[in-house]
């Protein structure tokens, strides 16, 4: 697998309907913001949005507890990685591979979207990486999907330098 990099400046109205069911975001205190604009979104398109603070390492059994409390089958997970301390990377890595171990064991007969979102770890225009600990999402980007073939992976790097509009963002 090679990563590739496309940017997206598409219009919030020009991106296509979601996958009914509960969105799972996973936040730290620093991305409250932007995970609150887009659970707001997400409920202004008919869809549900669980948000729990994450700090890695979760607890045992955190994921399967928040899978126990959604209203409707789990549609996808959005994990906001940005600003997580380079002591937590192995923890981290557990983490994302016990959400995808607690999703496909959950997700009934549809594909799951699972997308980690980073700031700064991506470079589209040749300008530096602003944070280099990111290559350890990429690398569970690209390796669990061969461990989980019904979990379509993703990760967006999202520029907060051109806009603080959260709506925007989200």
Same mark, same amino acid.
């Given at each position: 697998?090679?990563? %590739?990099?496309?940017?997206?400046?598409?219009?919030?109205?020009?991106?296509?309907?979601?996958?009914?069911?509960?969105?799972?975001? /996973?936040?730290?205190? @620093?991305?409250?913001?932007? +995970?609150?604009?887009?659970?707001?979104?997400?409920?202004?398109?008919?869809?549900? +949005?669980?948000?729990?603070?994450?700090?890695?390492? #979760?607890?045992?059994? *955190? #994921?399967? *507890? !928040?899978?126990? =409390?959604?209203? +409707?089958?789990?549609?996808?997970?959005?994990?906001? &990685?940005?600003?997580?301390p380079p002591d937590a990377a192995e923890a #981290? &890595?557990?983490?994302?591979?016990? !959400?995808?171990? %607690? &999703?496909?064991?959950?997700?009934?007969?549809?594909?799951?979207?699972?997308?980690?979102? @980073?700031?700064?770890? +991506?470079?589209?225009?040749?300008? *530096?990486?602003?944070?280099?600990?990111?290559? !350890?999402? /990429?690398?569970?980007?690209?390796? /669990?999907? %061969?461990?989980?073939?019904? #979990?379509?992976?993703? =990760?967006?790097?999202?520029?907060?330098?051109?806009?603080?509009?959260?709506?925007?963002?989200?």
């Amino acid at each position: 697998y090679a990563p %590739t990099w496309t940017l997206d400046a598409s219009p919030p109205s020009a991106i296509g309907s979601l996958r009914a069911g509960t969105w799972l975001i /996973l936040r730290d205190h @620093t991305e409250s913001a932007v +995970a609150d604009a887009l659970a707001r979104e997400l409920g202004a398109r008919g869809t549900e +949005a669980m948000v729990h603070d994450w700090s890695p390492p #979760l607890p045992s059994g *955190a #994921l399967e *507890a !928040l899978s126990r =409390q959604r209203k +409707a089958g789990i549609a996808g997970a959005i994990v906001f &990685l940005a600003n997580k301390p380079p002591d937590a990377a192995e923890a #981290l &890595l557990e983490d994302l591979t016990r !959400l995808c171990e %607690t &999703l496909e064991r959950d997700r009934g007969k549809e594909p799951i979207r699972v997308i980690i979102t @980073t700031s700064g770890a +991506a470079s589209v225009f040749g300008e *530096a990486v602003a944070d280099h600990r990111a290559a !350890l999402a /990429l690398g569970g980007v690209l390796v /669990l999907p %061969t461990e989980f073939p019904e #979990l379509g992976m993703r =990760q967006v790097d999202i520029d907060r330098s051109g806009s603080s509009d959260l709506s925007q963002i989200a």
